[in-house]
């Protein structure tokens, strides 16, 4: 009943920047956070940053001053920015996002995955 479509990512030198984009569709009548994660290759998935409906934020130490998460709730769209990228980002990232239907039932949806290949 939710739909997330992701894009953005890619495959960047260290030090750039790629920006990921997630909008939430479908029957809801409210969205409480959107977040990405992150699950490198032989690791277990990880958060790299959240954000509420009010804007309150929640970074990972390792993305801290690098990434930069915002969102457009009249849109229910969310970004990632991230910048000074490192070879240990390479990743496939994951948007996250919990909130209410307009049946007032909760629902947590994720998305499919964006790679993100940063190159040393």
């Known amino acids: 009943q939710v739909q997330l479509v992701e894009s953005g990512g890619g495959l960047v030198q260290a030090g750039g920047s790629l920006r990921l984009s997630c909008a939430a569709s479908g029957s809801i009548f409210s969205i409480a956070t959107m977040g990405w ?4 290759p032989g690791q277990q998935r990880e958060l790299a940053a959240s954000i509420t409906a009010g804007g309150s934020t929640n970074y990972a130490d390792s993305v801290k001053g690098r990434f930069t998460i915002s969102r457009d709730n009249a849109k229910n769209t969310a970004y990632l920015q991230m910048n000074s990228l490192k070879p240990e980002d390479t990743a496939v990232y994951y948007c996250k996002t919990t909130g209410t239907l307009k049946s007032y039932a909760l629902f947590t949806s994720w998305g499919q ?3 993100v290949t940063v190159s040393s």
């Open 37 to 40: 994660y992150r699950q490198a």
């Open 113 to 115: 995955g964006r790679q």
